[in-house]
């Protein structure tokens, strides 16, 4: 079955430290990976996805994951945190037979200055 | 703004009380998903439609149901409601059915139960 695993519930930077946030998945097909960001009293948004392709997936706002299928990882990165980053971030990936997301339980950003 | 949108945006009621939710996809997309997020679930799949017809079953209990109208607006009933259905409850929508396709996201109705 489909999981997904996030490292650290909580993850503090500060403003212009590198930001990895780190997601394991695990899946019996191959999978389809996506990063989402919650602000506060909002939905979620699409930051970026693995369907195929190549390995290092750009996304939104300067973000982007490596797709790591030996180490079954998906790991989000950004060089630089802004204040503006401080949010809760999820990694999913779909189930096996590709009609729903499966999400992680959320890491929460917090930038400091 | 991701184009779904959602109603109410918040919603108090009693035990053992029925509420309906609604969601409108985006223009174009003809797959509606339903995602509850809570506390201690974290964010759980309920279920899907596409075009009208019921595709996908997740995490949803026997008093919640939903459906997809012609129109492709669904709604989410949820009935004899407890203290532990409170949560935020997502609608999200993709052009299509299946892994690839991204799912835009409501931004939720917060459902309190008292």
């Known amino acids: 079955a489909q999981s997904v695993t996030q490292l650290g519930s909580h993850v503090s930077v500060s403003e212009g430290a590198l930001v990895l946030l780190r997601c394991n998945y695990s899946?019996?097909?191959?999978?389809?990976l996506f990063w989402y960001v919650q602000y506060p009293n909002q939905g979620l948004q699409l930051l970026l996805k693995y369907t195929t392709g190549a390995t290092l997936v750009k996304g939104i706002n300067g973000f982007e994951a490596e797709f790591k299928k030996s180490e079954t990882s998906f790991h989000l990165t950004k060089p630089s945190a802004h204040m503006s980053d401080a949010a809760e971030y999820f990694c999913?990936?779909?189930?096996?037979?590709?009609?729903?997301?499966?999400f992680g339980k959320g890491t929460t950003l917090s930038v400091s200055s | 703004d991701s184009g779904v949108t959602q109603t109410p945006k918040h919603l108090i009621t009693a035990t053992g009380q029925r509420v309906t939710l609604r969601c409108s996809p985006r223009?174009?997309?003809?797959?509606v998903y339903w995602y509850q997020q809570s506390l201690d679930q974290g964010l759980q799949f309920l279920i899907q439609y596409y075009n009208g017809e019921e595709r996908a079953k997740g995490n949803i209990l026997e008093r919640f149901s939903a459906q997809q109208f012609p129109d492709l607006h669904s709604e989410l009933n949820l009935s004899s409601l407890e203290l532990g259905d409170s949560a935020l409850y997502f609608c999200?929508?993709?052009?299509?059915?299946?892994?690839?396709?991204?799912?835009?996201f409501g931004p939720g109705t917060r459902l309190t139960v008292t």
């Open positions: 999913a990936v779909t189930n096996q037979a590709g009609t729903a997301l499966i």
């Open positions: 223009s174009g997309d003809l797959s």
């Open positions: 899946s019996s097909v191959p999978p389809y």
């Open positions: 999200a929508s993709s052009v299509e059915t299946g892994g690839p396709y991204e799912q835009y």
